[in-house]
């Protein structure tokens, strides 16, 4: 992937450019007193313009630290940030607050997770609707306000007229989080970043919320960012899907070739803990063992080694680098992949051994319409 530095300001090119993204060997790293944490370790990944992109892995994977660090929302201190994140050709990691200021809202923006820490609970939510359309589009107060009003009507809210005048607290969950989507999409931005934007909803709301995001970007023709651990929920909301684990990306590719042909075992393993609606009432989740490595110490080799039920030596001594499986679309990290000959021999020394375990059934494909999971998400 080359890496093209140009100097044109945001939205200098042509509407008819495709590639709205490209992040080339994204680094992130935060200094504490116990070392150096790397959250986010040589992330690459293109978006276009209209596109889905699902990055999908358990808590402390590097989801949102991977979202944050291209839109440029870490603190600025004791973060390290290399690689590059080109946005309409123009690479802005290194911009400082001042510019990227232009670009939050305007051309980039993000949907948090949990919308009562990321609205200001002392602000009414038509002043923090109309906060971001005043400083981006420079219009008056009334113009404002009858634009904040057609945004909440968008995302289906009623009263939107009396909502403006309501506070935080005074409204459900899921309306909350609709008024977060209002405000990511008050300035029309062409990338949308959505962080588990359905944690703590219930199931009926999460469908709803996940629906808005894909009516609100065909309507706006905007490229999306799905953020999740849940592969249930990207399974039939993405273009393509990047699995990440212990702040790299594992597995990368186009959504049906992908739940078509598996290869890493990470991403079989979450799968199998996906609930499905043919298991009896009750079933026990399939959970899969251990804890995500430490990023201050991670172990050597492959970081999901100790958790891999397909794990040899060799996984243990050598880092598995991100190859192409016959689609070269698809790309995985494994020595012993799924479905391979290798894999299946390096699983049959693990059973015969009494190291893992047999699955009682096979994974099958991804689930038609899978129930959005519920949890909440660290890094």
């Given at each position: 992937?080359?890496?093209?530095?140009?100097?044109?300001?945001?939205?200098?090119?042509?509407?008819?450019?495709?590639?709205?993204?490209?992040?080339?060997?994204?680094?992130?790293?935060?200094?504490?007193?116990?070392?150096?944490?790397?959250?986010?370790?040589?992330?690459?990944?293109?978006?276009?313009?209209?596109?889905?992109?699902?990055?999908?892995?358990?808590?402390?994977?590097?989801?949102?630290?991977?979202?944050?660090?291209?839109?440029?929302?870490?603190?600025?201190?004791?973060?390290?940030?290399?690689?590059?994140?080109?946005?309409?050709?123009?690479?802005?990691?290194?911009?400082?607050?001042?510019?990227?200021?232009?670009?939050?809202?305007?051309?980039?923006?993000?949907?948090?997770?949990?919308?009562?820490?990321?609205?200001?609970?002392?602000?009414?939510?038509?002043?923090?609707?109309?906060?971001?359309?005043?400083?981006?589009?420079?219009?008056?107060?009334?113009e404002a306000s009858?634009?904040?009003?057609?945004?909440?009507?968008?995302?289906?809210?009623?009263?939107?007229?009396?909502?403006?005048?309501?506070?935080?607290?005074?409204?459900?969950?899921?309306?909350?989080?609709?008024?977060?989507?209002?405000?990511?999409?008050?300035?029309?931005?062409?990338?949308?970043?959505?962080?588990?934007?359905?944690?703590?909803?219930?199931?009926?709301?999460?469908?709803?919320?996940?629906?808005?995001?894909?009516?609100?970007?065909?309507?706006?023709?905007?490229?999306?960012?799905?953020?999740?651990?849940?592969?249930g929920v990207v399974?039939?909301?993405?273009?393509?899907?990047?699995?990440?684990?212990?702040?790299?990306?594992?597995?990368?590719?186009?959504?049906?070739?992908?739940?078509?042909?598996?290869?890493?075992?990470?991403?079989?393993?979450?799968?199998?803990?996906?609930?499905?609606?043919?298991?009896?009432?009750?079933?026990?989740?399939?959970?899969?063992?251990?804890?995500?490595?430490?990023?201050?110490?991670?172990?050597?080799?492959?970081?999901?080694?100790?958790?891999?039920?397909?794990?040899?030596?060799?996984?243990?001594?050598?880092?598995?680098?991100?190859?192409?499986?016959?689609?070269?679309?698809?790309?995985?990290?494994?020595?012993?992949?799924?479905?391979?000959?290798?894999?299946?021999?390096?699983l049959a020394r693990?059973?015969?051994?009494?190291?893992?375990?047999?699955?009682?059934?096979?994974?099958?494909?991804?689930?038609?319409?899978?129930?959005?999971?519920?949890?909440?998400?660290?890094?």
């Amino acid at each position: 992937m080359s890496r093209r530095m140009v100097t044109a300001e945001p939205g200098a090119h042509p509407e008819t450019r495709s590639t709205l993204l490209e992040v080339v060997d994204l680094k992130t790293r935060f200094r504490t007193d116990a070392g150096t944490v790397h959250a986010v370790d040589g992330v690459s990944f293109t978006l276009d313009r209209g596109r889905t992109l699902g990055v999908v892995g358990e808590s402390g994977s590097g989801k949102t630290v991977l979202s944050r660090s291209v839109m440029g929302l870490l603190p600025s201190r004791n973060v390290e940030r290399e690689g590059h994140v080109l946005y309409e050709g123009t690479d802005i990691i290194g911009f400082d607050q001042k510019r990227m200021s232009q670009v939050w809202g305007a051309e980039m923006a993000m949907v948090f997770q949990d919308p009562m820490t990321s609205l200001n609970p002392v602000m009414k939510i038509g002043n923090q609707i109309t906060e971001s359309l005043r400083f981006h589009l420079g219009v008056d107060k009334g113009e404002a306000s009858a634009t904040a009003v057609a945004l909440l009507k968008s995302v289906g809210i009623p009263a939107a007229e009396q909502r403006l005048k309501e506070y935080p607290h005074q409204l459900s969950g899921g309306m909350r989080q609709r008024v977060t989507i209002a405000i990511a999409l008050a300035c029309g931005p062409k990338v949308l970043f959505a962080d588990e934007p359905t944690t703590a909803l219930d199931v009926t709301v999460q469908a709803q919320i996940l629906d808005l995001l894909a009516e609100q970007q065909r309507e706006r023709h905007m490229a999306m960012i799905l953020v999740s651990h849940d592969l249930g929920v990207v399974a039939g909301r993405t273009d393509e899907i990047m699995v990440m684990y212990g702040g790299r990306v594992v597995e990368q590719a186009p959504t049906d070739v992908l739940f078509a042909d598996v290869k890493m075992p990470y991403t079989e393993a979450l799968l199998r803990s996906i609930p499905r609606i043919e298991h009896p009432s009750h079933a026990r989740l399939e959970a899969i063992p251990g804890r995500p490595p430490k990023l201050i110490s991670p172990p050597k080799g492959c970081n999901f080694a100790p958790r891999c039920r397909y794990a040899q030596p060799k996984c243990t001594e050598e880092t598995p680098p991100l190859v192409a499986a016959d689609d070269p679309r698809h790309l995985y990290r494994c020595w012993f992949p799924v479905g391979s000959a290798e894999g299946a021999d390096a699983l049959a020394r693990n059973l015969a051994d009494g190291t893992t375990v047999a699955y009682p059934t096979s994974p099958g494909s991804a689930p038609a319409a899978a129930t959005p999971g519920t949890d909440g998400e660290g890094a």
